[in-house]
T-cell receptor, first 113, second 113 residues
């Protein structure tokens, strides 16, 4: 199993550009999450999904959209990137709520100029 | 709102020393607490998970304790090695948040040869 994978690993955008980050998991997990990690702020939850076709807002959802059209994929979109969205983005998955351990991807480092 | 604090923010020790990392949380109504390791430029690796009904968990040279009533957890690392150098993150799963985690900012550990 590859576990949780993220594409791309690095990306540089100009202000106002759009992009989509892809998270994929091959563990048949129901729950998936998008976090951002910033210096001095820890990891903060952006959006999450409790199953195919569902999405919900986390702690810092503004400026992001998500979709979960397939169970194994969770997409994070930035429609109009801003410098404040410069961060490292992590995806995670969880088998279901009765389980405990979230599995994390390797991260995507995004810079918005 | 649940808040998680980790002290110290950074720690530098000589090889072979035993050390303790601290994590505190403001709301004792948690489902579990998890310790992660993060290497520079990498994702998160789960080290230990303690259920709210447990007092401690051990894995090799690592021992994590939980005092839910006082809102504290410690991660004890015995006989530290340079390979232990990393950032250690604590995360709690509040009872009322579903599966979402709240993270501390982490402790950056350096073990010097």
């Amino acid at each position: 199993n590859a576990g949780v994978t993220q594409t791309p690993k690095f990306r540089v955008l100009k202000t106002g550009q759009s992009m989509t980050l892809l998270c994929a998991q091959d563990m048949n997990h129901e729950y998936m999450y998008w976090y951002r990690q910033d210096p001095g702020m820890g990891l903060r939850l952006i959006h999450y999904s409790v199953g195919e076709g569902t999405t919900a807002k986390g702690e810092v959802p503004d400026g992001y959209n998500v979709s979960r059209l397939k169970k194994q994929n969770f997409l994070l979109g930035l429609e109009s990137a801003a410098p404040s969205q410069t961060s490292v983005y992590f995806c995670a998955s969880l088998r279901d709520q009765s389980y405990n351990e979230q599995f994390f991807g390797p991260g995507t480092r995004l810079t918005v100029l | 709102k649940q808040e998680v604090t980790q002290i110290p923010a950074a720690l530098s020790v000589p090889e072979g020393e035993n050390l303790v990392l601290n994590c505190s949380f403001t709301d004792s109504a948690i489902y579990n607490l998890q310790w992660f390791r993060q290497d520079p430029g990498k994702g998160l690796t789960s080290l230990l998970l303690i259920q709210s009904s447990q007092r401690e968990q051990t894995s090799g040279r690592l021992n994590a304790s939980l005092d839910k009533s006082s809102g504290r957890s410690t991660l004890y690392i015995a006989a530290s090695q340079p390979g232990d150098s990393a950032t250690y993150l604590c995360a709690v799963r509040p009872e009322t948040s579903g599966s979402r985690l709240t993270f501390g900012e982490g402790t950056q550990l350096t073990v010097n040869p």
